[in-house]
């Protein structure tokens, strides 16, 4: 079985502040790990996924995520938010074969910027 | 070149009558998933679709839920007798072929809201 678990449905950083998106899953076996964004009224993109490659994975629009097997993380971070930041938030886990190949999904984390 | 498209874009329709959603996936992508998205909730699975092989149907909420592909292409989501639960939006997203942790492509998602 698979799960995940994102901390806090709504994060609220100041625009140039520091974004921390929290994710933490459960897998009995080695997961593939994605962070998806939803901007209003679209669907949702990738941003960055692991795949068993390095354990800093950068994404696009200068998001990176970090694979910690012994805290079972993949927090999501931004050095700078930027106020188009702005979206829904979804950490995702799928598993090679033998575990389960349709991505969890999180509850989702609404990423707020103000000036 | 084109992404995952879905129409109707909005749906607007009484209790107890039934409803078609559908998707075109990118050329070339064996597996389709559907999903829900309850306002404020994550993502929920609903059926994932996997080049011949037969549907996961693991997801589907009801016997009032069904889905259809056509070969490797266009998918329709049945909703029957729906109910004012069913309100939501539904998203599709299609991947290419492989083992695990490929991306998903979404499509923009067809809003369906029940009177």
């Known amino acids: ?74 927090h999501l971070t931004k050095p700078s938010a930027h106020m188009s930041d702005a979206a829904e938030y979804f950490c995702a886990v799928s598993t090679p074969p033998g575990g389960s190949y349709i991505p969890t999904f999180g509850r989702g984390t609404s990423l707020i910027v103000h000036p | ?58 997801g589907l909420p009801s016997d009032r839920f069904s889905a259809e592909r056509t070969g490797e292409s266009v998918s329709t989501l049945t909703i029957q007798r729906t109910q004012q639960e069913d309100s939501a939006v539904y998203l599709c997203a299609s991947s290419k072929p492989g083992q695990g942790g490929e991306t998903q492509y979404f499509g923009p998602g067809t809003r369906l809201l029940v009177l």
Do not use: M
Not at chain 1, 32 to 60: C, E, R
Not at chain 2, 46 to 51: D, E, S
């Open chain 2, 1 to 58: 070149g084109a992404g995952v498209s879905q129409s109707p874009s909005n749906k607007v329709t009484e209790k107890g009558k039934d409803v078609e959603l559908r998707c075109d996936p990118i050329s070339g992508h064996t597996a389709l998933y559907w999903y829900r998205q309850r306002l404020g909730q994550g993502l929920e699975f609903l059926i994932y679709f996997q080049g011949n092989s037969a549907p996961d149907k693991s």
């Open chain 1, 1 to 74: 079985a698979q799960s995940v678990t994102q901390l806090g449905s709504h994060v609220s950083v100041s625009e140039g502040a520091l974004v921390l998106l929290r994710c933490n899953y459960s897998s009995s076996v080695p997961p593939y790990l994605f962070w998806y964004v939803q901007y209003p009224n679209q669907g949702l993109q990738l941003l960055l996924k692991y795949t068993s490659a390095a354990t800093l994975v950068k994404g696009i629009n200068g998001f990176e995520a970090e694979f910690k097997k012994s805290e079972t993380s993949f």
